[in-house]
Protein backbone atom coordinates (compact mmCIF):
# COMPACT_ATOMS: atom_id res chain seq x y z
CA UNK A 1 0.00 0.00 0.00
CA UNK A 2 1.48 3.13 -0.89
CA UNK A 3 0.16 6.48 0.20
CA UNK A 4 1.34 10.03 -1.87
CA UNK A 5 1.64 12.84 0.65
CA UNK A 6 2.39 16.57 0.36
CA UNK A 7 2.43 17.37 3.49
CA UNK A 8 3.89 15.95 6.69
CA UNK A 9 0.71 15.37 9.02
CA UNK A 10 -0.23 11.49 8.31
CA UNK A 11 3.77 11.11 9.93
CA UNK A 12 2.79 13.10 13.68
CA UNK A 13 -0.25 11.55 14.36
CA UNK A 14 -1.43 7.89 14.38
CA UNK A 15 1.11 6.58 16.17
CA UNK A 16 -0.25 2.99 15.95
CA UNK A 17 -0.79 3.07 12.56
CA UNK A 18 2.43 0.60 11.82
CA UNK A 19 4.16 3.34 9.36
CA UNK A 20 7.58 2.55 7.76
CA UNK A 21 9.18 4.62 5.72
CA UNK A 22 10.29 3.14 2.87
CA UNK A 23 11.13 6.00 0.46
CA UNK A 24 11.63 9.90 1.16
CA UNK A 25 11.78 11.90 -2.09
CA UNK A 26 12.16 15.53 -2.23
CA UNK A 27 10.89 16.31 -6.06
CA UNK A 28 11.39 20.08 -7.16
CA UNK A 29 9.81 21.33 -9.41
CA UNK A 30 9.94 24.40 -11.58
CA UNK A 31 6.03 25.68 -11.90
CA UNK A 32 6.63 28.72 -13.94
CA UNK A 33 7.96 28.65 -17.57
CA UNK A 34 11.15 29.76 -18.14
CA UNK A 35 11.21 32.82 -20.57
CA UNK A 36 13.11 33.36 -23.35
CA UNK A 37 13.67 37.00 -22.59
CA UNK A 38 16.44 37.57 -19.78
CA UNK A 39 16.83 41.31 -19.88
CA UNK A 40 13.70 43.38 -18.94
CA UNK A 41 14.38 45.84 -16.04
CA UNK A 42 10.66 46.82 -15.75
CA UNK A 43 11.01 49.98 -16.32
CA UNK A 44 12.58 53.02 -18.00
CA UNK A 45 11.98 56.82 -19.21
CA UNK A 46 10.75 58.46 -22.64
CA UNK A 47 12.15 61.86 -23.93
CA UNK A 48 8.88 63.83 -24.72
CA UNK A 49 9.89 66.78 -26.80
CA UNK A 50 6.86 69.01 -26.40
CA UNK A 51 6.80 71.08 -29.41
CA UNK A 52 4.47 74.10 -27.91
CA UNK A 53 1.70 74.12 -24.69
CA UNK A 54 -0.85 71.81 -26.53
CA UNK A 55 0.90 68.92 -26.06
CA UNK A 56 0.71 69.00 -22.30
CA UNK A 57 1.38 66.56 -19.55
CA UNK A 58 -2.24 65.80 -19.37
CA UNK A 59 -2.62 64.74 -22.61
CA UNK A 60 1.27 63.03 -22.47
CA UNK A 61 -0.25 60.90 -19.58
CA UNK A 62 -3.49 59.96 -21.22
CA UNK A 63 -1.85 58.16 -23.95
CA UNK A 64 1.29 57.05 -22.62
CA UNK A 65 -1.09 55.70 -19.52
CA UNK A 66 0.43 52.58 -17.77
CA UNK A 67 1.38 51.06 -14.40
CA UNK A 68 4.04 54.06 -14.13
CA UNK A 69 1.77 56.41 -15.30
CA UNK A 70 -1.59 57.65 -13.73
CA UNK A 71 -1.66 60.93 -13.67
CA UNK A 72 0.39 63.85 -14.52
CA UNK A 73 2.31 64.11 -11.16
CA UNK A 74 3.98 60.53 -12.10
CA UNK A 75 5.21 62.59 -14.89
CA UNK A 76 6.36 65.56 -12.74
CA UNK A 77 8.56 63.84 -10.22
CA UNK A 78 10.60 62.81 -12.98
CA UNK A 79 11.50 66.61 -14.14
CA UNK A 80 12.83 68.63 -11.78
CA UNK A 81 11.18 72.34 -12.34
CA UNK A 82 8.24 71.09 -13.66
CA UNK A 83 4.89 71.14 -12.19
CA UNK A 84 1.35 69.74 -12.52
CA UNK A 85 -0.50 73.15 -13.55
CA UNK A 86 2.91 74.15 -16.03
CA UNK A 87 2.80 74.28 -19.67
CA UNK A 88 5.84 74.13 -20.58
CA UNK A 89 6.88 73.92 -24.30
CA UNK A 90 9.73 73.64 -26.70
CA UNK A 91 11.62 71.39 -23.69
CA UNK A 92 12.17 67.53 -23.79
CA UNK A 93 10.43 66.09 -20.47
CA UNK A 94 11.03 62.76 -18.99
CA UNK A 95 8.22 60.24 -18.81
CA UNK A 96 7.98 56.82 -16.88
CA UNK A 97 6.98 53.55 -19.09
CA UNK A 98 7.33 50.23 -18.67
CA UNK A 99 10.42 48.31 -20.51
CA UNK A 100 9.02 44.86 -21.54
CA UNK A 101 10.29 42.14 -23.39
CA UNK A 102 8.72 41.92 -26.57
CA UNK A 103 8.08 39.14 -28.79
CA UNK A 104 9.69 36.57 -26.90
CA UNK A 105 12.72 38.74 -25.58
CA UNK A 106 13.64 39.68 -29.07
CA UNK A 107 13.67 43.52 -28.25
CA UNK A 108 12.84 45.56 -25.15
CA UNK A 109 10.32 47.88 -25.18
CA UNK A 110 6.73 48.94 -24.50
CA UNK A 111 3.68 49.25 -26.41
CA UNK A 112 0.93 51.70 -26.00
CA UNK A 113 -2.61 51.35 -27.51
CA UNK A 114 -2.85 54.96 -29.23
CA UNK A 115 -6.94 55.42 -30.58
CA UNK A 116 -6.76 56.98 -33.64
CA UNK A 117 -8.91 60.64 -34.02
CA UNK A 118 -10.36 61.27 -37.08
CA UNK A 119 -7.54 62.45 -39.84
CA UNK A 120 -4.06 61.00 -38.71
CA UNK A 121 -1.97 58.71 -39.97
CA UNK A 122 1.47 56.90 -38.92
CA UNK A 123 3.21 59.95 -39.55
CA UNK A 124 1.16 62.20 -37.57
CA UNK A 125 1.19 59.56 -34.65
CA UNK A 126 4.98 58.96 -34.94
CA UNK A 127 6.39 62.61 -35.17
CA UNK A 128 3.29 64.52 -33.29
CA UNK A 129 1.23 62.45 -30.48
CA UNK A 130 4.64 60.40 -29.71
CA UNK A 131 6.69 62.83 -30.61
CA UNK A 132 9.11 61.12 -32.47
CA UNK A 133 9.81 58.29 -29.71
CA UNK A 134 8.49 55.74 -33.00
CA UNK A 135 9.12 56.45 -36.83
CA UNK A 136 6.29 56.20 -39.30
CA UNK A 137 8.26 53.20 -40.57
CA UNK A 138 8.16 51.34 -37.52
CA UNK A 139 4.95 52.02 -36.91
CA UNK A 140 3.85 50.62 -39.93
CA UNK A 141 5.95 47.42 -39.36
CA UNK A 142 3.96 46.90 -36.26
CA UNK A 143 0.35 47.14 -36.98
CA UNK A 144 -1.18 45.23 -39.78
CA UNK A 145 -3.47 48.59 -41.24
CA UNK A 146 -2.79 49.07 -44.74
CA UNK A 147 -0.63 51.73 -45.43
CA UNK A 148 -2.48 55.20 -44.66
CA UNK A 149 -5.82 53.35 -44.01
CA UNK A 150 -6.16 53.84 -40.20
CA UNK A 151 -9.05 53.84 -39.40
CA UNK A 152 -10.78 56.84 -36.71
CA UNK A 153 -11.92 54.76 -33.71
CA UNK A 154 -9.67 52.04 -34.31
CA UNK A 155 -6.37 51.29 -32.11
CA UNK A 156 -2.82 51.11 -33.34
CA UNK A 157 0.40 49.50 -31.54
CA UNK A 158 2.88 52.16 -30.47
CA UNK A 159 5.96 50.55 -29.38
CA UNK A 160 8.27 52.70 -28.04
CA UNK A 161 11.56 50.61 -27.64
CA UNK A 162 13.89 50.75 -24.51
CA UNK A 163 16.98 49.84 -22.85
CA UNK A 164 17.88 47.85 -19.45
CA UNK A 165 21.47 49.21 -19.42
CA UNK A 166 24.83 47.05 -20.48
CA UNK A 167 26.90 45.23 -17.64
CA UNK A 168 29.81 45.09 -20.01
CA UNK A 169 29.74 49.52 -20.26
CA UNK A 170 29.07 49.82 -16.39
CA UNK A 171 27.12 48.42 -13.22
CA UNK A 172 26.57 52.05 -12.05
CA UNK A 173 23.41 52.78 -14.71
CA UNK A 174 20.33 50.82 -14.60
CA UNK A 175 17.28 52.96 -15.65
CA UNK A 176 17.72 54.38 -19.52
CA UNK A 177 16.21 57.26 -21.45
CA UNK A 178 14.52 56.47 -24.59
CA UNK A 179 16.29 59.75 -26.11
CA UNK A 180 14.86 60.51 -29.93
CA UNK A 181 17.67 63.07 -31.08
CA UNK A 182 17.02 66.06 -32.68
CA UNK A 183 18.64 68.59 -35.41
CA UNK A 184 19.86 70.70 -31.97
CA UNK A 185 21.62 67.22 -30.36
CA UNK A 186 25.21 66.44 -30.12
CA UNK A 187 27.12 63.88 -27.96
CA UNK A 188 29.04 66.88 -26.56
CA UNK A 189 25.57 68.93 -25.85
CA UNK A 190 24.12 65.61 -24.18
CA UNK A 191 26.91 64.98 -22.13
CA UNK A 192 26.91 68.62 -21.35
CA UNK A 193 23.50 68.71 -19.90
CA UNK A 194 23.62 64.74 -18.59
CA UNK A 195 26.69 65.66 -17.01
CA UNK A 196 27.93 62.47 -18.21
CA UNK A 197 31.08 61.23 -19.74
CA UNK A 198 30.93 61.35 -23.92
CA UNK A 199 32.75 58.10 -24.20
CA UNK A 200 30.27 56.47 -21.95
CA UNK A 201 26.83 57.55 -23.67
CA UNK A 202 29.05 56.26 -27.17
CA UNK A 203 29.77 52.83 -25.60
CA UNK A 204 25.99 52.40 -24.81
CA UNK A 205 25.28 53.72 -28.41
CA UNK A 206 27.89 52.36 -30.48
CA UNK A 207 28.34 53.86 -34.06
CA UNK A 208 25.92 56.53 -33.48
CA UNK A 209 26.45 59.83 -34.66
CA UNK A 210 24.64 62.08 -32.12
CA UNK A 211 24.69 64.79 -34.47
CA UNK A 212 22.72 63.27 -37.23
CA UNK A 213 19.36 64.58 -35.89
CA UNK A 214 17.03 61.85 -35.78
CA UNK A 215 16.65 58.05 -34.59
CA UNK A 216 17.30 56.59 -30.84
CA UNK A 217 19.88 57.08 -28.29
CA UNK A 218 19.93 55.32 -24.94
CA UNK A 219 21.25 57.47 -22.36
CA UNK A 220 21.20 56.65 -18.57
CA UNK A 221 18.67 58.33 -16.67
CA UNK A 222 17.70 59.77 -12.71
CA UNK A 223 14.58 58.16 -10.54
CA UNK A 224 12.36 60.36 -8.49
CA UNK A 225 15.16 61.08 -6.40
CA UNK A 226 17.31 62.43 -9.05
CA UNK A 227 19.69 59.45 -8.48
CA UNK A 228 21.15 57.19 -10.68
CA UNK A 229 19.84 53.66 -10.18
CA UNK A 230 22.39 51.08 -10.70
CA UNK A 231 22.10 48.06 -13.11
CA UNK A 232 19.79 45.78 -11.93
CA UNK A 233 21.05 42.22 -10.63
CA UNK A 234 18.57 40.75 -13.60
CA UNK A 235 19.03 42.98 -16.67
CA UNK A 236 21.74 43.25 -18.66
CA UNK A 237 23.54 40.07 -17.22
CA UNK A 238 22.42 36.66 -15.84
CA UNK A 239 18.94 36.25 -14.90
CA UNK A 240 17.36 35.46 -11.93
CA UNK A 241 14.33 33.33 -12.11
CA UNK A 242 11.59 33.42 -9.47
CA UNK A 243 10.87 29.25 -9.61
CA UNK A 244 7.86 28.43 -7.54
CA UNK A 245 8.95 25.06 -5.89
CA UNK A 246 6.90 21.88 -4.95
CA UNK A 247 8.34 19.84 -2.45
CA UNK A 248 6.79 16.20 -2.71
CA UNK A 249 7.11 14.23 -0.01
CA UNK A 250 6.99 10.30 -1.43
CA UNK A 251 5.98 8.32 1.56
CA UNK A 252 5.70 4.51 1.37
CA UNK A 253 3.83 2.96 3.76
CA UNK A 254 3.07 -0.52 4.62
C1 LIG B 1 0.42 78.87 -24.65
O1 LIG B 1 1.29 79.77 -25.29
C2 LIG B 1 0.67 80.91 -25.82
C3 LIG B 1 1.67 81.71 -26.65
O2 LIG B 1 2.95 81.60 -26.13
C4 LIG B 1 0.07 81.74 -24.66
O3 LIG B 1 -0.59 82.88 -25.16
C5 LIG B 1 -0.93 80.84 -23.92
O4 LIG B 1 -1.42 81.52 -22.79
C6 LIG B 1 -0.26 79.55 -23.47
N1 LIG B 1 -1.26 78.66 -22.91
C7 LIG B 1 -1.11 78.13 -21.70
C8 LIG B 1 -2.22 77.22 -21.26
O5 LIG B 1 -0.13 78.34 -20.98
C1 LIG C 1 -0.92 62.91 -42.12
O1 LIG C 1 -1.65 63.82 -41.31
C2 LIG C 1 -1.04 65.11 -41.27
C3 LIG C 1 -1.79 65.95 -40.24
O2 LIG C 1 -3.13 65.59 -40.15
C4 LIG C 1 -1.07 65.73 -42.65
O3 LIG C 1 -0.49 67.02 -42.63
C5 LIG C 1 -0.27 64.83 -43.59
O4 LIG C 1 -0.33 65.30 -44.91
C6 LIG C 1 -0.81 63.40 -43.54
N1 LIG C 1 0.13 62.55 -44.26
C7 LIG C 1 -0.25 61.61 -45.09
C8 LIG C 1 0.82 60.79 -45.73
O5 LIG C 1 -1.44 61.41 -45.34
C1 LIG D 1 13.02 49.42 -32.15
O1 LIG D 1 13.79 48.25 -32.04
C2 LIG D 1 13.61 47.37 -33.14
C3 LIG D 1 14.36 46.08 -32.81
O2 LIG D 1 15.67 46.34 -32.47
C4 LIG D 1 14.11 48.04 -34.41
O3 LIG D 1 13.93 47.19 -35.51
C5 LIG D 1 13.30 49.32 -34.62
O4 LIG D 1 13.78 50.02 -35.74
C6 LIG D 1 13.39 50.21 -33.39
N1 LIG D 1 12.45 51.32 -33.55
C7 LIG D 1 12.85 52.58 -33.60
C8 LIG D 1 11.78 53.62 -33.72
O5 LIG D 1 14.01 52.90 -33.53
C1 LIG E 1 -1.46 45.13 -32.03
O1 LIG E 1 -0.74 44.09 -31.40
C2 LIG E 1 -1.54 42.97 -31.08
C3 LIG E 1 -0.66 42.00 -30.28
O2 LIG E 1 0.54 41.78 -30.93
C4 LIG E 1 -2.08 42.36 -32.34
O3 LIG E 1 -2.89 41.26 -32.04
C5 LIG E 1 -2.90 43.41 -33.10
O4 LIG E 1 -3.34 42.88 -34.33
C6 LIG E 1 -2.05 44.65 -33.33
N1 LIG E 1 -2.88 45.68 -33.93
C7 LIG E 1 -2.70 46.12 -35.16
C8 LIG E 1 -3.59 47.21 -35.61
O5 LIG E 1 -1.84 45.67 -35.89
C1 LIG F 1 26.94 63.16 -38.29
O1 LIG F 1 25.77 63.64 -38.90
C2 LIG F 1 25.85 65.04 -39.26
C3 LIG F 1 24.47 65.45 -39.75
O2 LIG F 1 23.96 64.55 -40.69
C4 LIG F 1 26.93 65.18 -40.31
O3 LIG F 1 27.04 66.55 -40.68
C5 LIG F 1 28.25 64.72 -39.76
O4 LIG F 1 29.26 64.77 -40.76
C6 LIG F 1 28.11 63.29 -39.25
N1 LIG F 1 29.33 62.92 -38.55
C7 LIG F 1 30.01 61.82 -38.84
C8 LIG F 1 31.24 61.59 -38.06
O5 LIG F 1 29.63 61.03 -39.68
C1 LIG G 1 29.29 41.05 -22.68
O1 LIG G 1 30.40 40.66 -23.47
C2 LIG G 1 30.48 39.27 -23.67
C3 LIG G 1 31.79 38.97 -24.39
O2 LIG G 1 32.02 39.92 -25.40
C4 LIG G 1 29.26 38.78 -24.44
O3 LIG G 1 29.32 37.40 -24.65
C5 LIG G 1 28.01 39.14 -23.65
O4 LIG G 1 26.85 38.79 -24.39
C6 LIG G 1 27.99 40.60 -23.34
N1 LIG G 1 26.87 40.88 -22.45
C7 LIG G 1 25.93 41.78 -22.71
C8 LIG G 1 24.89 41.93 -21.66
O5 LIG G 1 25.95 42.41 -23.74
Redesign the pocket.
Known sequence: MCILCTSLVPLTMEHNFMLSLLLLLLITLPLSAESKCSKSCDSALASYYLWNNHSSLLYISYIMQSKFLYKVEDIVRYNEGIYSYSYPSQTRINVPIPCDCINDGEFLGHTFQYSVPLGDNYSAIASGSFSNLVTTEWLQNTNNYPKGAILAGGTVNVTVNCSCG???VSKDYGLFITYPLRTEDSLQSIATQTKLDPELLMKYNPGVNFSKGSGLVYIPGRDENGNYPPLHQSS??LSILTQKKVVLLIIVCN
Open positions: DSNGG
